[in-house]
């Protein structure tokens, strides 16, 4: 397999692929040394935006200026924007990058976040106002006006009043939450990536929770950061054996041969066009420890085509975990390059059989979400598909068993009918009914994002651009849009996501990665807190998690063992140079509630219990409720652990913990439950074995950061 991505790594510098950049400048170069003495302006212009893709600022604004000298050839809207954006750019890589804090562009931009080197903000700002002045209307150039402001503590005093977008930096209302604390690098999780996906999950059994990543591009190696039980981590990536695993622009945890340790699923090609991206995935075997070996062609897994999305469930409940994997296909000028998406199902001896066609679930289009559950509580798991072409698949399992797995596609008659391109998805219960529910967040646009931030902001009619779309279980195999009623028709343009209980009330509040590939797309994370199952409030700001560089791979996470759910992010675009540090938010905690963590063993379901749905029934000020959680990892783009973390709010007791087994149709109660504890449950064991876990206390003082320029290996 390394031999293969190697050799695919060369191929992918052809500069036909879209991210190649470095090839391309070296072939823009080329041309511009060839070129007659007079000055070839587009090839110039071509080489600047080269530069910013790259990471060479400087270069860029350079190349901007030299142009500059040609004022008769050019017009304004041919370079003034570009340049205003290479400006900002350079701003961040002084500022954000280079002397990087837990404060740098987080949104509202403030306090440590403010920028001591100003040219980059200050140059781009007097750009920005020459075009507003011939173009009052270009929402785009206004937004990152008023964002430019921010960087230099100017925001709002000091933006011109006509260009202005006000309460930018409001407190989020009756709903704020407490601010989160960016703590990554202080605790030792210094990474600097690419585009990427992230699991958090205990892959060595010690019951610490460890952090491992990847990056896109095939230059690109995953990392493992160990949990040392003290506050920190440590990069043991050289010696898992995961240096040498390059790309991935999305992981997954798995235990594909049902032995107790968590696996890794490593999706490539998502995105690239033109052939670049029939790439292999990789199925990585945990050792048990700390190595992790490639098996993915052993196990009948190896297959050439672009995807970033798999779901792992145990489809014909025989208590394996099986995986569909969405493919990418693309339809252009009439012709479909046909990446047909795969049904994998388990064998039981760590090989599995590809039956998508005969299972009527060979979806043929541009999936980039796929999630599974119960969603008609008929005891077998189903699957929801989200595409860039707009169709959304909810795939009826038809509950045949065995080898005869069978899908229908009830989308129609489900009422879900909406045409939008659309991005991250997962099935939750947000309200506690009993019956899960199915997210899905649009990406459709025509612009950079700016435009649609500062639109919502001036309170501008849109339509349903960026949503995060809300379905709700009619509990009849038919569910409702509830986007609006639930607060959720906001812009969001969600890349990665995916959902807790920051504050343990029982109810799963939300966190999204935005952005794309343009380095115009500065907008922030998203963070939405859930009110009573009702209704979600966007606590962004209050929550100080609002960072304005592109956010993908999410995962909630009890990562210092208080109860307490911290937030790790993967942060990063798909050029070298809009690589970026990631984040872990870590809680102050927002309340007194309580909870309780759960990790399920299967015996006749599969070992990790995948799919297994938890029910908490509790007593809370006088009233009784339920809280209902499936084992799973969480989001399409983003793995929580697969040890549950629910909150029971002011209960004081749990009464009932229900266990309903995936596959096996076990169904456990256990009574009178004390809360604020780890316990592990196995299936058919009426005995719960508490686990003690020693509480982590995280640094939060910044060690001394500086993010290195990018160059042609830097990812490397």
Sequence with gaps: MEALLQDLDQRNTNPKNQFASESKLASVDTALHLD????????????????????????????????????????????????????????????????????????????GGVHKIKTGS?????????????????????????????????????????????????????????PFTDVAAAVGINLNSRAGGAIVDDFDGDG???????????????????????????????HSGLENMVGGLNIQQTDYNNDGKPDIFVLRGGWLRGGFGDEPSSLLKNNGNGTFTDVTISAGLKFMHPTQTAVWADFNN??????????????????????????????????????????????????????????????????????????KYLLKNKCKG?????????????????????????????????????LVSGYNFDRALGYYAAAEALGKPIYNAGYVFLYRNNHD??????????????VVYSMGGNFGDIDNDGYPDMYFGTGNPDFGSLVPNKMFRNIGGKTFADVTTSSRTGNLQKGHGVAFADLRNVGVQDIFEEIGGAYIGDAYTSALYMNPGQSNNNWISLKLVGVKANKSAVGSRIKLTFTENGLQRSVYKDVNSG????????????GIGQAKMIDDIE???????????????????????????????????KALKFKTDMPPMAMPMPTMTAMK
């Excluded at 005869?404 to 489900?414: C, G, Y």
């Design 402 to 438: 065995g080898k005869n797995v069978e899908f229908e596609n009830v989308t129609q008659r489900a009422g879900i009918t909406n045409p939008l391109a659309s991005f991250t998805t997962w099935f939750y219960d947000y309200n506690n009914d009993g019956w899960p529910d199915i």
């Design 659 to 693: 266990i309903r087994w995936a596959g096996s149709g076990t169904v456990q109660h256990f009574h009178n439950v004390s809360p604020n504890q780890f316990l592990e449950l196995t299936e058919n064991n009426d005995k719960l074995m508490v686990m003690h876990l």
């Design 36 to 111: 007659s003495p007079a000055v070839d302006l587009p090839m110039l212009s071509k080489k600047a935006a080269l530069e910013l893709q790259v990471g060479q600022e400087q270069q860029a604004v350079n190349i901007y200026s030299q142009m500059e000298k040609q004022r008769e050839y050019m017009t304004v809207d041919n370079y003034l924007s570009d340049k205003a954006i290479a400006y900002m750019r350079l701003g961040e890589r002084t500022n954000c990058m280079l002397n990087h804090n837990g404060s740098s562009c987080i949104f509202p931009i403030k306090d």
């Design 208 to 238: 610490y929770l460890d952090v491992i990543t990847s990056g896109m591009d095939l230059k690109d190696h995953m990392h493992y950061y160990h949990n040392n039980g003290d506050g920190t981590f440590s990069d043991r990536t050289a």
């Design 477 to 490: 195999g038919t569910f409702t849009d509830v986007t609006k009623e639930a607060g959720l028709d906001k």
């Design 318 to 391: 025989d208590g394996w975990l099986d995986v569909f994997v969405g493919m990418e296909s693309l339809t252009r000028t009439g012709k479909v390059n046909n990446h047909t998406s795969a049904l994998y199902i388990n064998n039981h001896d760590g090989t599995f059989t590809e039956m998508a066609a005969k299972a009527h679930c060979d979806i043929n289009d541009f999936v980039k979400g796929v999630t599974a559950a119960d969603y008609n509580n008929d005891g077998w798991p189903d699957i929801f598909v989200s595409t860039m072409s707009g169709h």
């Design 635 to 646: 989001g399409s783009f983003g793995s929580s652990p697969f040890r549950q973390e629910l």
């Design 122 to 178: 200050t140059k781009a700002i007097e750009i920005y106002e020459q075009i507003l002045k011939k173009d009052p209307n270009d929402l785009q150039s206004r937004w990152l006006l008023n964002v430019a402001f921010m960087t230099l503590g100017g925001y709002p005093q000091q933006v011109p009043p006509e260009y202005l977008i006000p309460n930018l930096n409001g407190d989020d209302g009756p709903h704020k939450v407490k």
